[in-house]
C-alpha cells in the first residue's frame, strides 16, 4: 500500500503556472504518466508527465538525474514509445521518479533549465496508448450494476448465487482497444428481433458505453506463481478511464453459455493518462462488506485491504450528439459514480486472476466493469439508466435517448477529492460513434 508522503502535501505549487490553476486535473501532487509525440510531427513517441497544461518529456532529463541510479534507469526507461518498461521495473522506480520530478517541479526549485525546456504544450501534442497491452480482462466488480443488469436480462435472478464469492470476469481482447479520442464505428453482428423466427445481421441498434475504470499491471509474475492478496498492489502500476463499448442486442442474443463476445470486442476507448497508485495514496477508504454478504476466502482478504483497500474516486459519463456539437451546446453529464462503491477491490482482482498461476505482464489491462452507484441515476451504462432501453433520457435541444446514436461523443472523466488533500484528475476518454458500413 503506497504512503501518503511529502509529494502530496496539498501546500505544493509549481513553477509550472497552469499546474496551480483551480480544478486543474494535474497540479503537482497528480503527475500521471502517458506517451505522446509532437501532433503532426514524425517524432519517435516517448514517455512523458503531465503538470498543468503540459507534458514533460522525460527523455530529455538523463543528464539532470545523473548520479541518481534510480532515477536515471526509470527516465532510461521512458524513451521507449510505451510505458511498459517503466512498469515492469516496479513501485520502486516510479516512486523514486516520482520523488524526483516532485522536487524539481516545485515553485522554488533550483536548476529548473533543463525541464523547462522538457516542456511540451498538451495542446499541441498526440496522445497515444500508454502501454503496449498485451491482455486484457474485464472484471464485473460493480454489485449495483451486476444486479441492474441481471435483473434486466434474468429477472427470476438478477444476482447469480456466485457474484459474492468470486470476482466474475471475461478475457476481452486486446488488439482494438484505443486511446482517447478514438472513432467507434458501428458494429454489425448477429441478433435476434423481438418476435422473430430467426436471427439476423444487422448493425446494431443497441450500442451502448459502459463507465468503467482501467489497471495497468506493473511488474508481472511468473506462470505459476499466484500473486498474494498482500503483495497484489506492488504489481500495479496505475489507473486510467476506460469505455466498454457494447452492443446490447448482439449481447442479448450470444452471452449465454460463454459470456461477452462480439458484443464487446469491436472497441475498447481508454484515457491516456495514467495516474499512479502514488498519487492516490490520499483517497485511500476502509474496504468494506455488508453483514449479510459473506466474507470473502482467505485469499481475498487481508487487514491492509480492510484498513484501506478501497480508493475513493468520482466517475463520470457525459454525452455530446451531433446536434449539440453543431450548436456549440456542452456536454451534458448522464451519471456519475463512485469507485469506493465498487463490490471487488483492485488487489483482489489481481489476487484472483493469479491465483490459478495465470501470469500477468507488464501493461496488461484489467477493466474493473461498470461502476453504477446504489441510486438508478448513478447509472454507469444507458442499459440501466433507459430501464433496459423502455424509458428514454432527454438531451438539451429536446432529443432523447435510448441508446448511442451516430455522431454521439462519449466522455468519461474521473477525479477525487478530499479535505486537506490537493484535487487531482485522470482527463477523459473520448469516442464518437461513427455510422456503420
Ligand atoms: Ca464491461
Not at 526507461?77 to 524526483?100: I, T, Y
Not at 476502509?286 to 453483514?291: A, D, T, V
Not at 450528439?321 to 463490490?343: I, L
Not at 439508466?385 to 433520457?393: I, N, P, Q, S, Y
Request: one cysteine or more.
Amino acid at each position: 500500500m503506497r504512503q501518503i508522503d511529502a509529494t502530496h502535501d496539498p501546500g505544493l505549487t509549481s513553477w509550472v503556472g497552469s499546474a496551480n490553476r483551480p480544478g486543474s486535473d494535474f497540479p503537482l501532487q497528480n503527475l500521471p504518466f502517458a506517451v505522446f509525440r509532437r501532433a503532426g510531427s514524425r517524432e519517435p513517441l516517448r514517455c512523458g508527465v503531465g503538470i498543468g497544461d503540459e507534458i514533460l518529456d522525460l527523455t530529455m532529463l538523463g543528464a539532470a538525474a545523473r548520479g541518481d541510479g534510480e532515477v536515471a534507469e526509470a527516465l532510461a526507461a521512458c524513451a521507449a514509445p510505451a510505458l511498459n518498461e517503466l512498469m515492469a521495473l516496479g513501485p520502486g522506480a516510479a516512486r523514486a521518479l516520482r520523488h524526483w520530478l516532485s522536487r524539481r517541479l516545485r515553485a522554488g526549485a533550483g536548476q529548473t533549465e533543463a525541464l523547462a525546456a522538457a516542456l511540451v504544450a498538451q495542446s499541441q501534442a498526440e496522445l497515444a496508448l500508454p502501454a503496449r497491452i498485451g491482455d486484457y480482462t474485464d472484471f464485473y466488480t460493480s454489485i449495483h450494476h451486476a444486479t441492474a443488469v441481471g435483473r434486466l436480462f434474468r429477472p427470476e435472478q438478477p444476482l447469480l448465487p456466485n457474484y459474492r464469492w468470486v470476482p466474475i470476469a471475461y478475457h476481452g481482447r486486446a488488439s482494438s482497444i484505443g486511446v482517447s479520442g478514438q472513432q467507434v464505428r458501428r458494429p454489425h453482428g448477429q441478433l435476434m428481433p423481438r418476435g422473430a423466427e430467426r436471427p439476423q445481421l444487422r448493425a446494431s441498434e443497441r450500442l451502448d458505453y459502459e463507465l468503467e475504470l482501467g489497471v495497468l499491471i506493473g511488474a508481472g509474475n511468473a506462470l505459476g506463481e499466484p500473486i498474494p492478496i498482500e503483495r497484489a498492489e506492488a504489481h500495479v502500476f496505475g489507473l486510467c478511464l476506460l469505455n466498454d463499448w457494447s452492443a446490447r442486442d448482439v449481447q442479448a442474443w450470444e452471452y449465454q453459455p460463454l459470456g461477452p463476445f462480439l458484443a464487446k470486442n469491436f472497441a475498447t476507448t481508454i484515457s491516456p493518462w495514467v495516474v499512479t497508485l502514488e498519487a492516490l495514496a490520499p483517497f485511500r477508504v476502509p474496504w468494506r462488506r455488508s453483514e449479510e454478504d459473506p466474507a470473502p476466502l482467505a485469499y481475498l482478504d487481508s487487514p491492509a485491504l480492510r484498513e484501506l483497500g478501497a480508493i475513493d474516486i468520482t466517475l463520470e459519463v457525459a454525452l455530446e450528439s451531433a446536434a449539440m456539437r453543431a450548436h456549440a451546446v456542452a456536454p451534458v453529464r448522464m451519471a456519475q459514480a463512485g469507485f469506493r462503491d465498487s463490490y471487488w477491490s483492485i488487489a483482489q482482482m489481481v489476487a484472483h486472476h493469479t491465483v490459478n498461476g495465470c501470469n500477468l505482464q507488464p501493461g496488461d489491462l484489467l477493466g474493473t466493469g461498470t461502476q453504477s452507484g446504489p441510486r438508478p441515476e448513478q447509472a454507469g451504462s444507458l442499459l440501466e439508466l433507459t430501464a433496459g432501453g423502455t424509458r428514454a433520457v432527454s438531451l438539451p435541444g429536446g432529443e432523447q435517448r435510448l441508446f448511442l446514436a451516430d455522431g454521439d461523443r462519449v466522455i468519461l472523466s474521473a477525479w477525487c477529492e478530499r479535505p486537506g488533500f490537493a484535487r487531482i484528475g485522470f482527463g477523459q476518454a473520448a469516442g464518437t460513434v461513427v455510422a456503420a458500413d
